[in-house]
């Protein structure tokens, strides 16, 4: 994705609820993994602290989902695991900098706010 992320105009704070699921889960692939995302729901490993700024990165990858679509998220995320590796992944790249972008830590923040990450281990 080129141009970064920015929160959907629909995502307003004004009573909206937003349209993302977190769910618990016992373990991720790969292991060491503290989050993951399809489409619009968010897995957490069990265990894992979430911070603002973590929501806001899975946060960035929803919005990558939702602008590349399902099948082309992950042909480009496989092909830029092999091509970059993790740390240098573009798509990750962009979500390590949403993380620090006031949109993305503010929808993070209305979410962690409505309570919807209060989840059972």
């Known amino acids: 994705m080129t141009g970064g992320i920015k929160r959907p105009a629909g995502f307003a704070k004004e009573g909206i609820d937003l349209p993302v699921s977190i769910i618990r889960v016992p373990w991720l ?56 590796g993790y740390q240098r992944h573009p798509l990750e790249l962009e979500a390590q900098a949403a993380a620090r972008q006031h949109d993305f830590l503010d929808w993070a923040r209305d979410i962690l706010a409505a309570g919807k990450t209060r989840l059972p281990d």
Not at 45 to 73: D, K, N, T
């Open 29 to 84: 692939i790969p292991r060491w993994a503290r989050a993951q995302v399809w489409g619009r729901v968010i897995l957490l490993r069990r265990g894992v602290e979430i911070s603002e700024q973590l929501l806001a990165h899975e946060l960035a990858h929803v919005m990558q989902w939702r602008a590349l679509g399902i099948f082309p998220f992950m042909f480009h995320y496989l092909m830029g695991l092999f091509r970059y």
